[in-house]
């Protein structure tokens, strides 16, 4: 049986970046950029003080100076700092010609003249002050053509501000992927309906939709179809023209497992069915190659629950990077350590709802009290899932397991 | 002047959690329970099969069966596993009276009897498995009046599973918090423009709605004000009707820093002005208590970027958890250990924008080349903002310091 590494690799392989897209960056949020982006202009984009202040030479520190003008930010100064005068200045205000530093307000007295102008006495010694005390000089930042940011970087509120900042309001972004969740088998009633006897609630699709958008894709939920041919076929074909296909259920080896069949049946090309992990062990991959190069990734995930859940981050996430232009697709692996020990159970890889947390010592992770694939309510204490690799066997508290956050 | 500590738990004495709502499940991602959910049956709610298979009595293991039924998932089974027969069943499909174990389909062969009747023949010795192989009993994982999520808990997708399967499709939450962001200063373009001389974009309105987005909060943008009394005037009151206005600049020691002045005069009750925090100093806090007992908290936040940013998740950022009912609403501090030494200068406590990493032997952070408030650009390169609690002073390589993510 395949192993989850090839699996995720198979899956990989057949995921390509999706369309480039120019976008407002007030509409980028959370998708990645499709191309480096470098600054349009130093930042500063002009010597600028860092203080509210006076702008003099540091010569004149001991002497009470006639203000002979004020700049503000968003002003261009109009009046040059000579010897013997002060400019007024304000934060972020451009630095007037021949200022060598500025003296914060704090420090300073102002006066009237003789002959009613203002003048300001500095009340500290300046004398040793280097010159360029509480000036920013223009590009001490950025300059020009500098990369602000790298392509596949995923904008998050820094990106968006500095892009905003020194480049413009237009970005080349890959666009959102539409995902489609399709959830599937007679026992299903949708959310907001009482079970009946033998039946339970469609709680697949909220789940899975919720993990779409937090993985920054756009989902797409199709309700419930029934195992039954002509209402698969359907529902199947509905789904096939997002990016992505997400079905639940229906690829065991039930008589009612009509998945894989359906699939086949509508042009997609199976990649493979079954990888030895726990939970998820039924899981179909195929791909739709439609007639304009385009494609759709169609994951046939097991109905339970925690399967859909593990296997949708095992495998459907790093497909959504790669389709976004988040690299490396893959998905992030952290060593911790267990707390406690731990005993699998069965022969296959066990990924195992578990709780960590990043200490000064080290990262430790505890696996949560979990009956199985169906024990949803487990995960609620889980932030991450543990790869316990070899089934049937005990891990001593402190062993190192390899972590996957969610 | 006021410690950050000391500023946090200001805002947080005055803010308090927003009303309840009634919501969706469904629109529900990312806000904060404001009840304590309890399943409303059992999960499973009747004993099932975990695969497909077989459902028989263990002593019966060498015979040939009869195959009596079969019962897939959504039907109630009609008929008992008497000793001598065999029913067949599909995953998650409730069991027969009488079932002791599930075999599974792959550990069976089927004939057709001499009578055409459909029979199975188990092709492994199951004289010793336990009764209950293969099978989930009913609350197995749940039962009645469990605790699903408590109260205080953002809905994550797992959440949201575990609440449609286990409890209804509608839940009592914190409505999101209304957030206005009205950046100040003559310097200001739009970010659709090309700055002229002197002037500089508004960045902080975009990286700002942004961070409120992340925060789960919903952003209302409200341009820029000129630093002019009557205009800002009428924006801080468009502001105040959200339930926090944030501001950017204009809360310096300028001639035009008319910010907290047109706050006061707008009612808004300061609680604080200037914090001992680099970046960010100048931040001013207030609340405006309005006639009905709703109020709304009013940060303004120095205007160079960074200062907006880390003032931004330094204060604001505990006051939208607390409004939206999540606890502990102050930081989640790390501890983690320098991976080289670093200088700080200046006389305030400092946050320093930072790259943090978890590894086994613990979590390790890395100051990124900053060269002060203006520049976001460095902020790129950050995921946590790295606290170096004197200033003017030399840490050594592996030194313990706190850190924040963002």
Known sequence: MLSVADAVNAVLREARPLDVESRLLTDAQDLALAETVR??????????????????????????????????????????????????????????????????????????????????????????????????????????????VEVGTVLRPQELGAIAELCGSVVQVRRPTRVAVLATGDELVPIEQTPGPGQIRNSNEIMLCAQVHRAGGEPVPLGVARDERAELHSRIAAGLSA????????????????????????????????????????????????????????????????????????????????????????????????????????????????????????????????VGSSDLRATVAANCMALFPIGDSMYAAGTGVDVVEW
């Open 243 to 370: 990016d992505v296909l997400v079905l639940s259920g229906g690829v065991s080896m039930g008589e009612k497992d009509l998945v894989p069949s359906e699939l086949t049946a509508a042009g997609v090309r199976k990649v493979f069915h079954k990888v030895n992990v726990k939970p998820g062990k039924p899981i179909w991959f195929g791909v739709l190659d439609r007639a304009d190069s385009s494609r759709c990734l169609v994951f046939g995930l097991p109905g339970n629950p925690v399967s859909s859940m593990v296997c949708f981050e095992l495998f459907v996430r790093p497909a959504l990077r790669r389709l976004m232009g988040i690299e490396p697709a893959e998905s992030h692996v952290i060593s911790a350590q267990l707390t406690q020990a731990h005993t699998t159970k069965g022969d296959r890889p066990t990924y195992h709802p578990s709780r960590m947390e990043c200490l000064p010592t080290g990262a430790v992770v505890t696996p949560v009290p979990w």
């Open 39 to 148: 600054a349009d202009w130093d930042s500063p984009p002009f010597d600028k003080s860092l203080v509210d202040g006076f702008a003099v030479r540091i010569a004149d520190g001991s002497l009470s100076l006639p203000i002979v003008a004020i700049v503000s930010a968003g002003e261009v100064p109009n009046h040059s700092v000579e010897a013997g005068v002060a400019v007024q200045i304000m934060t972020g205000a451009p630095l007037p010609n021949g200022t060598e530093v500025v003296v914060p307000i704090e420090l300073t007295r102002e006066q009237i003249g003789d002959d009613r102008q203002r003048r300001v006495e500095i009340t500290t010694d300046i004398s040793r002050w280097k010159p360029g005390t509480n000036i920013v000089r223009r590009g001490a930042s950025t300059r020009v053509g500098d990369v602000v």
